[in-house]
């Protein structure tokens, strides 16, 4: 990255976090650069190194070819106290899916409902996942959804229904 345009004692050098790699410069410029490119006179800007920033950046391959096999969808519906936010069970769910190894799932919203008893609500969920190793069943997701609720039960007291 070139510092020169940039008054150094308005300035930043950005690097990456607890490490010395210099990605670039961010600050004020020099007087001098303000003027001969008639900017404002407090006129600010940034500078990164592409191939700085790309070598930062972990080289793990996020890639996963499309299963061959169908993707299964199910429900789960959770009966929690009203004041719960959902935010809280919809994390909670999403980190604690113990999905099978080589399979890529998904969790979505579909219903928040709150009927006559305004001391809960019902929160459901979808589940949608597809192995790359086999054709799942019905029943193995229904476990998974069966393990999740059960965790959610003895975290926020949430029933399955």
């Known amino acids: 990255p070139a510092f020169k345009p940039f008054d150094m004692s308005r300035s930043a050098i950005v690097t990456v976090a607890n490490t010395k790699n210099v990605l670039g410069i961010i600050g004020e410029f020099k007087t001098s650069v303000t003027k001969n490119l008639k900017l404002p006179l407090h006129s600010a800007g940034f500078e990164l190194g592409t191939v700085e920033l790309m070598d930062a950046v972990p080289n793990k391959s996020t890639y996963m070819p499309i299963s061959k096999y169908p993707k299964i969808t199910q429900d789960i519906s959770l009966k929690v106290p009203e004041s719960l936010p959902f935010s809280d069970i919809y994390n909670f769910v999403t980190e604690n899916i113990n999905a099978p190894e080589n399979s890529e799932y998904t969790i979505k919203p579909i219903?928040?409902?709150?009927?006559?008893?305004?001391?809960?609500?019902?929160?459901?969920?979808?589940?949608?996942?597809?192995?790359?190793?086999?054709?799942?069943t019905d029943q193995e997701v229904n476990d998974i959804l069966d393990r999740v609720a059960e965790k959610v039960s003895n975290k926020f007291g949430a029933a399955r229904i």
């Open 111 to 136: 219903d928040i409902y709150q009927g006559e008893d305004k001391k809960h609500k019902n929160i459901t969920l979808r589940l949608s996942i597809a192995s790359h190793a086999k054709t799942m």
